[in-house]
């Protein structure tokens, strides 16, 4: 039997918003590839969802190419669901 969880959608964008968090730069969506686990279509989709939540910004680079970046609800997104795994955790959930 497999035990490996599925993960929610929440920590997918929790993932997603990390992994720009932890770049501390805006991130090419290659990278953001490999380090949320997702295909490239699901990728797609998320990053279309948190440019409309405004939790991420496209900037191009000098080239003219897409990067991602946090914006200051991204941040807060991070806080809060940070907080909350906090709060489940300390119940044993």
């Not at 968090?21 to 295909?39: C, E, F, G, M, Q």
């Not at 969802?49 to 939790?55: D, R, T, V």
């Not at 191009?60 to 991070?78: A, I, S, V, W």
């Amino acid at each position: 039997m497999n035990d490996a969880k599925k993960r929610s959608r929440l920590e997918i964008i929790y993932d997603i918003l990390a992994a720009m968090r932890d770049k501390k730069a805006p991130i090419v969506p290659t990278h953001l590839l490999y380090k949320s686990n997702l295909s490239h279509d699901r990728l797609k989709g998320y990053l279309d969802e948190l440019i409309a939540k405004q939790f991420i910004q496209e900037v191009p680079d000098k080239n003219g190419k897409k990067r991602y970046q946090l914006t200051e609800e991204g941040y807060k997104f991070l806080q809060g669901f940070q907080q909350l795994k906090e709060f489940t955790k300390s119940f044993g959930l």
